[in-house]
């Protein structure tokens, strides 16, 4: 292949990957999308009383629809109401669907409603009802902020009601902030039901100690216990005592000696500053440290997020988009479009008699 050949050939095939890339900045994306993966707290069954909740600041104008990420082991139908401002607010739009039966919860389950059309800038809040007003085995995905450290999968067996549960565990990170607990069956007004931190087994003066207030019934579901944070929390050992109720079923697992021990979740650290993300409710009760797993889409034409990529980036994006493909088609011409080598002529070695015949004298 002629070298212009070949530099031509290669600056093509830049220019055409570059615009399979920029293909992709066409597709419509959501305006707030809440990612955890692996999924790794549940909010338990649904109530009308206690229902939870998002509050998020919209960026963009045509809100239209709500995505949340549902546990869904039976046929049920969910209503989902929209607010302006808070959960104390008259609502603004209301959708009714039937989940896909999803146990895992990996599913988005879609809520559709008539688009706002001056949605940006403003706050908005939305709950999850059962449509027929009672329980259901259904249930929403909390992502607590931070960074996970201990991490149990739910337990195979009750624990002794009424009892306190101890153990203790090695923090690998810092800000050491939260515990959760599951749970088949918790309502702090029927006891106490507090956990407390300690820094050696024989202290007697707790480091942390939290207190689930009554609105945070739970059923079938992951209970949060939050405390101020420990920054020095690295590499160091903590202690803990769970007391719940009497009637509280507690989920734990079996120790080595064939006794009932509590599994459990830890969370360090917190949320970034300037997010779009305002906190879970549960009823009235606010919750800034956790969110449910959502997404909220608006209505904004197809190039719309391209649009914004070059409004922040200017014309440095068009500068890194023209070295990007110089240094592709520099490689596509190193390693792809190369020069044949020439072909050498192989030397054939004479045999004997031809050796023998050239040496001969002659007549």
């Known amino acids: 292949m002629r070298p212009l050949t070949a530099w031509s050939f290669s600056a093509l095939t830049a220019l055409v990957i570059l615009a399979f890339c920029l293909v992709g900045l066409t597709d419509p994306r959501p305006m ?21 909740g998002q509050a998020f600041r919209c ?24 607010r302006p401002d808070s959960q104390t607010a008259e609502v603004l739009r209301e959708a009714t669907i039937s989940p896909e039966l999803d146990p895992s919860g ?20 939305f709950s999850l009802v059962p449509a027929d007003e009672s329980a259901t085995n259904i249930s929403p995905w909390v992502r607590f902020h931070g960074q996970t450290g201990v991490n149990d999968p739910w337990g195979d067996r009750f624990l002794e009601a009424g009892a306190a549960h101890r153990g203790d565990f090695l923090s690998v990170h810092a800000h050491f902030q939260s515990m959760a607990f599951p749970v088949e069956s918790l309502s702090p007004a029927e006891g106490a039901t507090k956990l407390t ?19 945070e019934e739970v059923h079938a579901g992951w209970t949060f216990f939050s405390f101020e944070p420990l920054s020095e929390s690295r590499w160091r050992r903590y202690y803990f005592e769970l007391q719940v109720p009497e009637r509280c079923r507690l989920i734990g697992t079996t120790g080595e000696n064939g006794e009932g021990i509590p599994v459990y979740k830890t969370f360090h650290g917190g949320e970034v500053p300037d997010s779009p993300l305002l906190g879970m409710t549960r009823g009235a009760m606010q919750q800034l440290d956790r969110d449910l797993v959502f997404r909220a889409w608006c209505e904004e034409p197809p190039n719309a997020v391209f649009a914004r990529l070059l409004e922040r980036t200017g014309d440095k994006l068009w ?22 080598q020439p072909k050498v002529a192989l030397k054939s070695t004479p045999s004997a008699d031809e050796t023998a015949s050239a040496s001969a004298p002659a007549d």
């Open 32 to 52: 707030v999308e809440v990612r955890t993966l692996p999924l790794i707290t549940h909010f338990g069954d649904l109530t009308s009383l206690s229902p939870p």
């Open 59 to 82: 960026e963009q104008d045509g809100l239209h629809r709500i995505d949340v990420r549902l546990v869904c082991s039976q046929e049920t139908r969910v209503t989902l109401h929209l």
């Open 106 to 125: 990996h599913a988005w389950s879609s809520f559709e409603f008539e688009p706002i059309k001056d949605s940006a800038g403003n706050i908005f809040h």
């Open 197 to 215: 931190i300690f820094d050696s087994p024989t202290s007697t003066e707790p480091l942390r100690v939290a207190t689930l207030k009554p609105p």
């Open 319 to 340: 500068f890194a988009a023209i070295l990007w493909c110089l240094a592709t088609a520099i490689c596509l011409r190193l390693f792809v479009f190369v020069d044949p």
